[in-house]
């Protein structure tokens, strides 16, 4: 159950969502520890794990929910009520990807169909390919004239593919590699901070 916390209801809440193994958890853990005014506070009353996070003197609270897995049956939506509770309280979600699966765009779109399911497909989304560090494929040779297929497909392919998709942030990162972890901050820092602005006009975090 969530219950009303006061003083913490004026915070923006961001959720991670993905498919199982995408790195969720692991993305958790490094936005929480790398910050140094990051508080580490569990709320047991909740089912997820919800932290409360601060980027650059801006808090917020993040919460990690278990995948989404694929053929989600009806009765399963049920008892991951809670993790679908918390996703639809969110102000912000974190679509957290394994690039490195070959499956991985049946994933972003299994976890898109669920997010459906609980009208949640047009809330505000950073889309966060994981994994680069162990991302591969097989280049065609020059004189290969058979028909490209996905596996030939670049890390450069899917960056353009992504980064040219309108009102899509999309941000390729290695949490174990930690590269690009802090444009990654950048991106959910302006995301964060707009919305706050527009939903708590008042909150003085910003003066
Ligand atoms: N190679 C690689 N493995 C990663 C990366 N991030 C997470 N993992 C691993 O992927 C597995 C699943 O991570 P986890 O955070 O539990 O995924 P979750 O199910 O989405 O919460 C773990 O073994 C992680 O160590 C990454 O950037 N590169
Ligand atoms: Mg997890």
């Known amino acids: 159950m969530v219950t009303q916390r006061k003083g913490r209801d004026k915070l923006i809440r961001v959720s991670l969502v993905g498919y199982t193994n995408a790195g969720k958890s692991t993305l958790m853990n490094l936005l929480s520890k790398s910050q140094v005014f990051a508080e580490d506070k569990l709320f047991a009353t909740l089912d997820t794990t ?7 003197n801006l808090p917020f609270l993040l919460s990690d929910t278990v995948g989404f897995i694929r053929k989600l049956p009806t009765q399963l939506i049920e008892s991951f009520k809670s993790t679908l509770d918390e996703v639809h309280e969110s102000d912000l979600l974190i679509h957290v990807v394994d690039i490195s699966n070959i499956h991985f765009e049946k994933h972003i779109k299994t976890v898109d169909k669920t997010l459906k399911e609980i009208n949640c497909i047009g809330r505000k989304q950073i889309i966060v390919f994981n994994k680069i560090d162990n991302f591969q494929y097989i280049e065609k040779e020059s004189d290969d004239l058979t028909p490209i297929k996905k596996e030939n497909l670049s890390l450069e392919y899917w960056k353009k593919t992504w980064m040219s998709k309108n009102n899509q942030n999309s941000i ?12 990654f901050k950048e991106i959910l820092y302006n995301l964060v901070s707009e919305i706050q602005k527009e939903k708590y006009p008042y909150n003085n975090f910003f003066y």
């Open 172 to 183: 390729f990162i290695s949490c174990k590699k930690k590269l690009n972890i802090n444009d």
């Open 50 to 56: 919800v932290r409360k996070v601060v980027i650059n």
